[in-house]
């Protein structure tokens, strides 16, 4: 099947994906972190994954992904990415549950029958990495409570870029809790809000 150009109609009901029919997708996390005790200073948080259909865009489809995971503090700014050059949806890329588990080490995976409330949902997100051309050594734990409500961004959830039309949704407000380690230190508990941009596209 031939990757199809985003339609005004396909949002509905809100989903975080994946979105198989189209050719690229982004999911962005981002947080200001509070550290307990140790650290003076807060902690930014950032971890996004990126897929690109290598051919047609099915759901068995071989896809690339890149995802990135990042600490900043103090001015200071810590990074590590990994390529997933043939990875397939079956392995790691699900919607329900909501799962962007790459690796043991690396991702995102839902507690499916768990819930906070009837509005939340629990997902960990988990980064760990050490030190080589595309990373300095770091690693995230943290553990998220996800809102069921979505908000539609840009014109009614879509946005228009050179003629190639987005869908746009985010879920801002997830609070979490957990550990990040970074610039040799020990692990350090944080807490903070996450912010969830989530794009997907045709070019």
């Known amino acids: 099947m031939v990757c ?30 509070t550290p307990d005790g140790i650290l003076d200073r807060p902690v930014g948080v950032q971890f996004s994954v990126f897929r690109k259909a290598t051919g ?8 690339l992904v890149v995802s990135t995971a990042a600490i900043s503090y103090a001015g200071k700014y810590y990074q590590a990415t ?14 329900q549950p909501f799962t962007l588990q790459l690796d043991r080490a690396w991702g995102i995976s839902s507690a499916a029958a ?12 988990v980064a760990s990495s050490r030190a080589d051309d595309n990373s300095l050594p770091l690693s995230l734990n943290l553990s998220l409570s996800v809102p069921s409500a979505s908000v539609l961004m840009a014109d009614g959830g879509y946005a228009d870029l050179n003629g190639t039309l987005l869908a ?7 609070p979490a809790h957990g550990s990040v ?13 996450f912010w969830l941009q989530h794009i997907w596209f045709t070019t």
């Open 181 to 193: 380690a970074f610039g040799g230190r020990r692990p350090v508990t944080v807490r903070g809000d």
């Open 114 to 125: 768990r819930s906070d409330d009837d509005n939340h949902t629990r997902q960990q997100l």
């Open 56 to 63: 047609a865009c099915t759901e068995s489809s071989e896809n």
């Open 82 to 95: 990994r390529f997933f050059p043939t990875l397939s949806h079956h392995a790691a890329l699900q919607a």
């Open 4 to 33: 199809q150009p985003v339609a005004r109609t396909q949002l509905g009901p809100i989903d975080v994906g994946p979105h198989f029919a189209q050719g690229g997708e982004l999911w962005w996390y981002l947080a200001v972190m």
């Open 168 to 174: 746009h949704m985010s879920k801002p407000r997830q």
